[in-house]
T-cell receptor, first 111, second 118 residues
Framework: QQPVQSPQAVILREGEDAVINCSSSKALYSVHWYRQKHGEAPVFLMILLKGGEQKGHEKISASFNEKKQQSSLYLTASQLSYSGTYFCGTPVLTTLGRLYFGRGTQLTVWP | EAQVTQNPRYLITVTGKKLTVTCSQNMNHEYMSWYRQDPGLGLRQIYYSMNVEVTDKGDVPEGYKVSRKEKRNFPLILESPSPNQTSLYFC?????????????????FGPGTRLTVL
């Protein structure tokens, strides 16, 4: 039930854009996105609740297509501070409080 | 300040020596979870708790125990640690998502405990 993230790793120059995808074989109610800096705890970015809804955090936005059971995270004009590992998380519809995380996408932004 | 605390932050121990990693949250959250993080595998849930005295296994529960006697605390117990339990451990808490109980809202993570079992 673990969602699948792609790509596994992305290397960018400052100012470039990136897209990280998250897909599930199960029906999705919502999708969470988190970012983890090296050696630190994951930090919440956003939750998407409705099909097609987009949300934003700084220059990071995301979309959620519940019909396709997938979400995409868009990083626009990447900054050095965007480097880290990005995880999507999908709640388990039948179990209170459970969240399945993908394996993560490692994003490296170079100056 | 709203936070999740874990102790210890770093621990080196030997095979078979029982240990407990504490986790405490001050946000009155119903849900609490333990995850382990290993390179390339992401965050895998060990145990989770929906509320006081209500716990259930996650995806990798073997070798671990938990208890939830108080809402704020959720300790992780390794009765007989083995080297394959060397990992980075995170505790997290959350509340039900607005509008229903079937999903979880933002997960707040503790700072992590890096455990090495020799």
């Amino acid at each position: 039930q673990q969602p699948v993230q792609s790509p596994q790793a992305v290397i960018l120059r400052e100012g470039e854009d990136a897209v990280i995808n998250c897909s599930s074989s199960k029906a999705l109610y919502s999708v969470h996105w988190y970012r983890q800096k090296h050696g630190e705890a994951p930090v919440f970015l956003m939750i998407l609740l409705k099909g097609g809804e987009q949300k934003g955090h700084e220059k990071i936005s995301a979309s959620f297509n519940e019909k396709k059971q997938q979400s995409s995270l868009y990083l626009t004009a990447s900054q050095l501070s965007y480097s880290g590992t990005y995880f999507c998380g999908t709640p388990v519809l039948t179990t209170l409080g459970r969240l399945y995380f993908g394996r993560g996408t490692q994003l490296t932004v170079w100056p | 300040e709203a936070q999740v605390t874990q102790n210890p932050r770093y621990l080196i121990t030997v095979t078979g020596k029982k240990l407990t990693v504490t986790c405490s949250q001050n946000m009155n959250h119903e849900y609490m979870s333990w995850y382990r993080q290993d390179p390339g595998l992401g965050l895998r849930q060990i145990y989770y708790s929906m509320n006081v005295e209500v716990t259930d296994k996650g995806d990798v529960p073997e070798g671990y125990k938990v208890s939830r006697k108080e809402k704020r605390n959720f300790p992780l117990i390794l009765e007989s640690p083995s080297p394959n339990q060397t990992s980075l451990y995170f505790c997290a808490s959350s509340r039900p998502q607005a509008g229903g109980l079937i999903a979880t809202d933002t997960q707040y993570f503790g700072p992590g405990t890096r455990l090495t079992v020799l």
